[in-house]
């Protein structure tokens, strides 16, 4: 897998939701958040996409591949 | 509630209805006509009227068995529509698990073939596969997100390989090995029913065994 840096749980904060509200409305389950949170799962593009709708943020501003 | 009581009402019924009429006509046919097909008979059958009962009771036996069939068939088609749509996995109860026992009747088959002259017990093997529904049943409505999709593809393909590994070393052994056709058989029927059930086992095992990790974040 590739290695990347993610910002997810910063901005998901700073739009106050919790991991259960952000997997709700990017439509996956919670368990998928802490993996993204902690960069141990990388996401497809569209869910990467559903993500930065819900907290705001771009995408390369999210997930920071080297 | 009610509903689901319902929708078992008439296939319960027609089952019973079935079972009384066969068990009727039985009676007609060992009363009134010799038990012509009840006991075993050879092939030299011919129609006689006093057989009519009998032959509509196994009409309706067989019609009543084809509808039940379909509509088993249709309730399953749907259920998987409608969970796909859901985009969640199968309710499923974990003690369905306990069907993989029947798994042990295919030691049947290791009787001495004269009590039961046929191998078929063998094929008894596959339903350890069962087993696998202790942990399907865990992951029983499940939202099937991509990381989900992603482990049951992983699980499915692991499993696969090791069935496949398997599958190819027993045609090679078949290949080298010399004895008799009766061995080769029973041991090929072994063997692809022993696979068959370990990869629908691995498959549920190792989906449930990548969730659990990724859940843990090892």
């Known amino acids: 897998m590739a290695e990347f840096t993610c910002n997810l749980k910063f901005f998901r904060q ?3 939701l919790t991991q259960e ?4 409305l990017a439509g996956v389950r919670r368990e998928t958040i802490m993996r993204l949170e902690k960069a141990q799962y990388n996401p497809s593009l569209k869910l990467a996409v559903d993500i930065s709708r819900a907290v705001g943020a771009a995408i390369d501003e999210i997930f920071i591949f080297p | 509630m009610k509903n689901k009581k319902s929708r078992w009402l008439v296939p319960l019924l027609s089952i019973g209805v079935c079972v009384l009429v066969s068990l009727l ?3 007609s046919d060992l009363t009134y006509n010799s038990g012509r097909l009840v006991y075993p008979m050879d092939s030299s059958y011919s129609f006689q009227p006093s057989d009519i009962p009998m032959l509509l009771a196994l009409t309706l ?3 009543c068995a084809l509808t039940l069939l379909t509509l088993i068939l249709r309730e399953a088609i749907f259920r998987r529509r409608r969970e796909a749509e859901r985009r969640r996995t199968r309710q499923l109860n974990p003690r369905l698990g306990f069907l993989g026992l029947f ?3 295919g030691f049947l088959g290791f009787l001495p073939i004269s009590e039961l002259s046929t191998y078929t017990p063998f094929v008894f093997f596959l339903f350890f596969g069962f087993f696998g529904f202790f942990y399907e049943g865990r992951m029983s409505n499940t939202l099937m997100d991509e990381r989900f999709q992603e482990n049951v593809r992983r699980a499915k393909l692991d ?3 090791l069935g496949i590994g398997v599958v190819h070393l ?3 052994a078949n290949g080298l090995i010399d004895c008799s056709p009766e061995l080769r058989a029973s041991v090929m029927l072994v063997v692809l029913s022993l696979t068959m059930g370990l990869v629908l086992f691995l498959q549920e095992y190792l989906l449930y065994r990548y969730d659990q990790q990724d859940a843990e974040g090892v």
Request: proline share 0%.
């Open chain 2, 170 to 172: 027993l045609v090679i």
């Open chain 2, 159 to 161: 499993a696969y390989k």
């Open chain 1, 14 to 16: 700073r739009k106050d």
């Open chain 1, 21 to 24: 509200q952000l997997a709700e």
């Open chain 2, 103 to 105: 798994g042990f009747c």
């Open chain 2, 61 to 63: 036996d067989a019609f």
């Open chain 2, 25 to 27: 006509a039985a009676w």
